[in-house]
């Protein structure tokens, strides 16, 4: 083990000694760059590069010269993903600039610069995240997480709580999406400790209630909901603050099994949410206030809302809006016994919250999947995809929604189901098969469709079996559209339409568009 330190030690020594030289080659502006480049966790582009480390008397064009520099003297690596040139530095590297900027006195002033370039990135993101954009804006926001969370990290600990404030006011979205529930409530928590304005204290205590409400923590969120009304009073009525107040006392109460009291909290916030401007919120209220209804058992009032709430969120471009709104009708569909229904909104469901990087979200769907197949007898594919959901459940961390997503009783009843009918071990193997998944993979197999020898109980609403969603791509498919513009049509992703088609032509026994819209013609199907 001595041993072993030792050469540790000995090569630490030489890298450093390494470093050493490389820094003390450089130009005084490249030195510079290079310690302030060192801020940026993960990597970075040329305008954030322009952004933070314009240096002496250079101007910011100036710094590709000198980021090309140190690229050739392989401090700065250069990666090219195919959309756009992206640098960062190997981490020892990197941690070696951290402790010249350290010793240059630049690194408060450095700090507040990378701060405020991704504090801007945040709050540009915010509203992008709610609309027809939101796919890349997670993408972007994925890709800078890292130095968003250094960006957080360096404003707490300089107390600069007004920062890190609007920095977690605008990426709960992406927090929630990502399942960082525990991380964004910590540091929402660190946040609320510090000095702010009452519209800033709201909006962060906004973030810190969803994210405790995404740890299924009731008790906290019913102690930020007392926050809300406080502090609406102290700003003379804000209808964002009482709106969310309102959320969060209905969504408890339907935790707790009261729907009564769920549906007039959510009902009272509906109007506060349009008037505080929050359409995507007034969306997804419109599905939890169907859920609601559906728990107390008027289930074509819940069916209504649920409509509602997916067409306004197909007006705005939301995503998640539709999905959530898809998973309720889904279930519906599954409880009512019609599978094709089902089945094809989990899987819109699904594919809508895998491109969100919506992993909780999928993993329900999964469940919704497994159920559609055990009603299809297909026992062996239903155990292994409960199996998938649970473990990317777990993998998550995040139990939000379990306690009033509707069905609940329904999947435990279908395990119980499939557990005796396959025998304890078989279940357990195809359990553990499905575990073994990635999510990619999980959510794959859960889109390669049922059995081709469907059980005889299922309806099908079209001719030759078709889905309500088939039918759909194939009355835009008849009337010439290309698979892009059905997408747009049907908010879903050009990959969704392509695999649509393919069932569609499996079903109807062709291989060409052209066969497909004459069958489309003669079975009136528009």
Known sequence: MRGTARTGHARHRTLRATLDWSYEMLGELERRLFRRLSLFAGG???????????VGDSEPEAILDLLSELVDKSLVVAEDDGDVLRYRMLEPVRQYGLERLEESGEADAAKDRHAALFVALAERAHPELRGPTQVGWMLRLGQENDNLRAAMSWALSSGDHITAARLGSALWPFWWYRGQHREGRALMEAVLEGELRTPLRIRATVAAAIMAYGQADNEGVMEYMATFFELSDRAGGDAYAEAYARTGLGLVAMNRGDFEEAK??????????????????????????????????????????????????????????????LYALASMALANGDYPRAQDRFEEAMVLSEEMGDRANAAYCLEGLAAVAASLEDLERSARLFGAAEQLLETIGVPVWTSYKPDRTLYEHTIETLRSRLGPEAFEAAGKRGRAMSPELAIEYALAGAPDDPSPRIIAPYPAGLSVREAEVLAL??????????????????????????SVYKKLGVNSRAAAARFAAEHDIA
């Open 264 to 325: 007039t909290r959510l009902e009272e916030a509906l109007p506060l949410f349009l008037e505080s401007g929050e359409v995507w919120t007034a969306s997804q209220a419109h599905t939890w206030i169907g859920t609601a209804l559906l728990l107390r058992g008027d289930g074509a009032g819940a069916m209504a809302k649920f409509e509602e709430g997916m067409a306004l969120a197909r007006e705005i471009g939301d995503r998640t809006g539709v999905y959530n709104a």
């Open 477 to 502: 498919a008849a009337r010439g559209l290309t698979n892009a513009r059905i997408g747009e049509e049907l908010f879903i992703s050009p990959r969704t339409v392509n695999r649509h088609m393919g």
């Open 44 to 54: 970075f582009e040329l305008e954030a590069a322009e952004a933070v480390g314009a």
